[in-house]
């Protein structure tokens, strides 16, 4: 799984914990520490989506258009990383029973453990979230 998952969640928890105000992407960029073009690639997932808005302008920048206890982690993951379980296997030997049948057995399990993961974070909120942060 890539970091888009951790830096997604980071971006709705900080906007959660601050859901009184607009969050400029300079505050978000600094509270997660990456480059700001990729930070602007994933906000613009989470407004796509529906889980935040976007103001422009002067006053303009992000806050959540949802209540933290209705957004949940397999929304985000959806989003950032739905797919990114499965591993990717080398080209195989056909000509080895191993080789021709491990790629789709290894997809097979990991798409399951993929849906397995996802029931797991439909329970988990980012208000969750915020309560172990203890804030």
Same mark, same amino acid.
């Given at each position: ?10 971006? !709705? ?18 509270? !997660?520490? !990456? ?6 690639? %994933? ?51 056909? /000509? ?11 997809? /097979? ?9 996802? /029931? ?12 172990? %942060?203890?804030?």
């Amino acid at each position: 799984m890539n970091s888009d998952f951790s830096i997604a969640v980071h971006c !709705v928890t900080y906007l959660a914990t601050r859901s009184e105000q607009i969050v400029t992407s300079e505050d978000l960029a600094h509270s !997660v520490t !990456v480059h700001p073009a990729r930070l602007r690639k %994933i906000l613009s997932l989470l407004r796509k989506e529906g889980i935040i808005l976007s103001k422009e302008g002067a006053k303009g920048g992000f806050s959540l258009k949802e209540k933290a206890e209705n957004i949940t982690l397999d929304k985000i993951f959806m989003l950032t990383s739905e797919g990114t379980l499965v591993p990717k296997c080398p080209e195989a030997n056909e /000509n080895c029973i191993v080789g021709k049948n491990l790629s789709s057995i290894l997809i /097979n399990i990991f798409d399951d453990a993929e849906k397995h993961l996802m /029931n797991y974070l439909k329970g988990i909120t980012i208000q969750d979230i915020i309560k172990e %942060i203890n804030i």
